[in-house]
């Protein structure tokens, strides 16, 4: 199972940007799938990008499409999510989630390895 820790979250305005990184440690990253999800509150956790380990297979929530980019750096042990044109409603913690598996998976019960989540506001 791997460890996994995000960081790069934090305030910005409507149309900004950020850049969340989860950095991972232990022996399988380089055989996982990485998934990024978020909570906001009150509400479930759900699915945002995800990567198989081969980098070939991302898959988006159809919300952020052509906004958000998922990559990863396996010589790094480092997962990303390039967060562009940001909403209001992107506003959530945002879980980066590990999973050894040969695809891309998308589903929250498919991972188990989770990080302790970092919080994204997006203001107007």
């Known amino acids: 199972q791997v460890q996994l820790k995000e960081s790069g979250g934090g305030s910005v305005q409507a149309g900004g940007s950020l850049r969340l990184s989860c950095a991972a440690s232990g022996d399988t990253f380089g055989s996982s799938s990485m998934g990024w999800f978020r909570q906001a509150p009150g509400e479930e956790r759900k699915f945002v990008a995800a990567?198989?380990?081969?980098?070939?297979?991302?898959y988006y929530h159809d919300s952020v499409k052509g906004r958000f980019t998922v990559s990863r750096d396996n010589a790094k042990n480092t997962a990303y999510l390039q967060m562009n044109s940001l909403r209001l409603e992107d506003t959530a913690v945002y879980f980066c989630a590990g999973a050894r598996s040969d695809h891309t998976l998308v589903l929250v019960k498919q991972y188990n390895s989770w990080g302790p989540g970092t919080q994204v506001t997006v203001s107007s």
């Open positions: 990567l198989n380990w081969r980098a070939d297979s991302p």
